[in-house]
């Protein structure tokens, strides 16, 4: 695993998500790495996050309670259709398929889960370098 990545600016993710696990995950790879990380429970949390802050990457889960990912993926888009997103499924639904519609809704990228340390690193440094060339 890397030990930092770099930027000119310090960064900042939101990562909603109803598991607590994977926000300590996320503050434990991502902070040393001096990525400012913050918190949603759920997508309506998300919103509200979102609304009051600035992000430069949103990682969002597609089952959610409250409000799921798709449709917080779309309030987001009405705010800041520029917003960079990434959003993780487990997958557990055979019959949705959620990268197909992350994408047509612009995500910078899908991950399912659970996913390896070094792939959740590498792909939220390609969003972050995507997003600030």
Do not use: T, W
């Not at 959620?98 to 994408?103: T, V």
């Not at 809704?105 to 370098?129: H, R, S």
């Amino acid at each position: 695993m890397r030990e930092k990545l770099i930027f000119k600016e310090k960064k900042s993710i939101l990562i909603v998500d109803d598991e607590p696990g994977f926000h300590h995950m996320f503050r434990f790879l991502l902070e040393p790495m001096g990525i400012d990380v913050s918190s949603a429970y759920d997508g309506l949390e998300g919103l509200e996050s979102f609304k009051k802050g600035h992000f430069d990457l949103i990682l969002s889960d597609v089952h959610m309670p409250k409000m799921p990912g798709p449709e917080l993926f779309d309030r987001i888009r009405e705010i800041k259709p520029d917003q960079l997103v990434i959003v993780m499924s487990s997958g557990s639904d055979p019959d949705y398929n959620f990268e197909k519609e992350a994408q047509n809704k612009g995500a910078v990228a899908c991950l399912y889960k659970p996913f390896e340390v070094n792939q959740i690193i590498d792909v939220i440094e390609k969003a972050l370098n995507k997003g600030n060339p």
